[in-house]
């Protein structure tokens, strides 16, 4: 696809997310909006996937969102990926749905290989899936996106610390660098530090990419794809904006976990082109 | 009251190691994994074995949870292997959500549970384990008696599709089961047949039974022995069948008495069948440094106390 192509899928998933969420009234519009470019680079672009789903992933590419709050964007890009229907986008956290709240494998939503809310643990989840494609003689990779305020749990310094031990290197960990979290900015609430020199230490090859860039994302994760099987795994610090395409949502950590009004939509959506057709 | 012996005494966590490498040998898709803990665990001879099938993980028991779940991700059927109390308690949330929630067909198997752990006290003495895992929708829970159950066991969760608590233990143990039985999972194991009173009992507890039941014989009591190795999903037709004959029922296990076998036992009675019963298991508290055997009697886990819990239960009768 060429970059005109990505960024108009793009802006069909953000507005997706804006009405997935406003539907509902509930759920995380923020980091999902910042990591809309991420997911179509990855899901229309980047990764190697075969048709249809199967939970082993054998003969692909596999992703895992660590930081599941932002399920409105994964699912809406599965779903223009062609996982399953898009009308089915209509159910997002409502009874008896397969779009859970946070994603989750129990209700068989295809595209979905773990679950994820309580942070920390996808960086494990996706070691463990990367280990089992070196058993299997499996020359694809694995993706793992996570917060950046999800650094602060403990248990993803622990994956951190096992996978250059251990050599993982079909392994690529995106990091969404928003510098925002649920009380507020990074900064203030437990500062992340210099995340390229902690990673570093740690033995991975870090690069920096600007997510809300399609060109700069797609250069991003061909850089990290050109790392693969050199002895070391890869983590991108992804700058992206909390909110990226909605103006009054942009920049800062109040529409984390907030749904948009009517007049907020209405809003939203005016600044959204229908690019692909609503769901 | 069927006789019982043994020849020898091995530790559990033995017949652990020895299945796993029956295991492995079966099937190419059993991986291990280990937190600093591969002599404690018996996992030795597994990595002698299968070295490229082994993942030594360090000091870092949530990390170990999320890989074996992701190992499950391309086929793999991943044991892990640390004390239970790194097992359990330290990582119920990574448990919770990348293994029992998301369906990963991970075995979790746990040395050093309950109090025969010994001197190292109480920090590493898990009495909850049990009922942490037994709580978790789609969990299956054993604690097998002996080393032979223990290596049947372990060879037998890894044709089973699903998460798996493996439960045992750190001393060395009467072995008094076939060495070359067939395991069943949920599948209750009928030690001894009686009409008087139901014992049930799990892991180092079914030896114990065995010895309470040869006092109690000679008391001219006629106890049934039930080994519940399996604890979930609970054998509840050869529960009911039980206690239908006999009216009255102790349970014993290495575990507090809130939510363990008992009360696993309790609520099924409840529900269908209500009879007096009485525990013998740890009072709701913590344990503490001494050998085993010291423990076993401080806190009421012996042969003794399930005589005294079965004079007790008949009078309830």
């Known amino acids: 696809m060429n970059i005109e192509t990505l960024e108009q899928t793009a802006t ?26 991420l997911f179509v680079a990855l899901f229309f672009e980047v990764m190697d996937r075969k048709p249809g789903f199967d939970m082993d992933g054998t003969g692909e590419d596999v992703f895992f969102l660590s930081n599941g709050h932002i399920s409105p964007v994964f699912y809406s890009t599965l779903a223009r990926a062609g996982y399953f229907e898009i009308s089915e986008l209509a159910t997002f956290r409502k009874i008896n749905s397969r779009l859970q709240g946070h994603p989750t494998t129990h209700e068989g939503l295809p595209g979905v290989r773990i679950a994820s809310g309580s942070l920390g643990q996808g960086l494990s989840a996706a070691i463990g899936a990367a280990l089992a494609k070196k058993l299997n003689k499996d020359n694809h990779l694995v993706y793992v996106l996570m917060g950046d305020g999800e650094l602060q749990e403990g248990q993803v310094w622990e994956a951190a610390m096992f996978a250059p031990h251990n050599k993982v290197d079909n392994l690529i960990a995106i990091v969404d660098y928003n510098g925002q979290q649920i009380d507020g900015s990074t900064e203030h609430v437990l500062s992340l530090g210099d995340l390229r020199a902690k990673w570093e230490a740690f033995g991975w090859n870090v690069l920096e990419m600007n997510g809300n860039d399609m060109a700069d994302t797609l250069k991003g994760l061909a850089q990290a794809k050109q790392q693969a099987g050199k002895g070391q795994p890869s983590v991108i610090l992804m700058r992206t904006e909390m909110g990226n395409g909605v103006d009054f949502m942009m920049g800062s950590h109040k529409w984390h976990g907030v749904a948009p009004n009517d007049e907020q939509l209405a809003s939203a959506l005016a600044q959204l082109e229908e690019t692909l057709g609503d769901y | 009251m069927k006789k019982y012996s043994f020849t020898e005494k091995k530790d559990t966590r033995s017949g652990f190691g020895a299945g796993l490498v029956e295991a492995g040998k079966k099937n190419e898709n059993v ?287």
């Open chain 2, 31 to 317: 991986v291990a994994l280990c937190a600093d803990l591969i002599g404690s665990l018996k996992m030795n001879d597994f990595i002698k074995e299968f070295p490229e099938r082994f993942f030594q993980v360090g000091i870092a028991e949530a990390n170990m949870m999320g890989i074996a779940a992701g190992l499950t991700i391309g086929g793999k059927i991943p044991f892990t292997g640390t004390f239970a109390n790194f097992s359990t308690g330290r990582v119920y949330d990574q448990i919770r959500q990348s293994i029992a929630y998301s369906g990963k067909n991970v075995k979790i198997c746990a040395s050093h549970a309950g109090l025969t752990l010994g001197e190292d006290g109480a920090t590493h003495q898990i009495l909850e384990d049990i009922g942490l895992m037994k709580m978790l929708p789609g969990m299956t829970v054993i604690n097998p008696c002996d080393y032979n159950q223990t290596k049947a066991a372990t060879e037998a969760i890894a044709g089973h599709e699903g998460p798996v608590y493996l439960r045992f233990g750190r001393p060395a143990v009467p072995v008094f089961t076939d060495p070359d039985q067939k395991f069943e999972i949920g599948k209750a194991w009928m030690v001894n047949e009686g009409k008087d009173v139901s014992i049930f009992a799990t892991g180092h507890l079914v030896w114990e039974a065995i010895l309470a039941g040869e006092k109690l014989a000679e008391m001219g009591i006629d106890a049934e022995i039930i080994n519940i190795h399996t604890i979930k999903p609970l054998d509840a037709e050869a529960v009911l069948k039980s206690v239908a004959k006999t009216g009255c029922v102790v349970t014993a296990e290495e575990h507090n008495r809130l939510g363990g076998l008992g009360d696993s036992i309790a609520q099924l009675l409840a529900t269908k069948q209500p009879a007096p019963q009485e525990y013998v298991a740890v009072n709701d508290s913590f344990g503490e440094s001494g050998t085993p055997a010291q423990l076993m009697e401080k806190y009421g886990l012996n042969a003794d106390n399930i005589v005294a819990a079965v004079q007790k239960v008949l009078k309830r009768k």
């Open chain 1, 12 to 37: 069909q998933v953000r507005r997706d997310i804006v009405r997935m969420v406003h539907a509902c009234q509930s759920g995380h519009p923020g980091g999902s909006l910042g990591c809309a470019d």
